[in-house]
């Protein structure tokens, strides 16, 4: 699995989701959303990508815990609305099973601060001795 968190520059953050592999790489398998992502939104994402019955047991393979993919999705989307310092985040990978989820890799990007007052501050200084 393929989770990312990425600040776009005229809307703010865009949460996204694919399965790894071929289905992301050659094909551009990935599912998109803005948050704040409500439960019904992450499930629907989730379920958006057209790998995603890979999840439910295609071809009597058994599926795995897509309730806590779910809540790895959820908890990223308020992560990405919460902290605007975090400019990426990419969970990769992220191993899912049929009773648990592992992230095994993350990589993050900050954004650099972004100063308020454009002028730089600077303290009086004293003409004479301090008395």
Known sequence: ????????????????????????????????????LTDVDVAAM???????????GYRGAPGVDVAALEDLVGRVSVLA?????????????????????AVLGARATLAPPRRVDALRRALPMLSGPAT
Not at 11 to 35: H, N, Q, R
Not at 46 to 56: C, G
């Open 1 to 36: 699995m393929r989770r990312a968190q990425r600040r776009g520059p005229l809307y703010g953050p865009v949460v996204s989701f694919g399965l790894s592999g071929d289905a992301v790489d050659l094909l551009g398998d990935v599912a998109y959303g803005v948050p704040p």
């Open 46 to 56: 989730i379920r958006r990508v057209r790998a995603a019955p890979r999840l439910f």
């Open 81 to 101: 609305d919460d902290l605007p310092e975090v400019a990426s985040l990419e969970l990769a990978p992220v191993v899912v099973a049929p009773h648990s989820l």
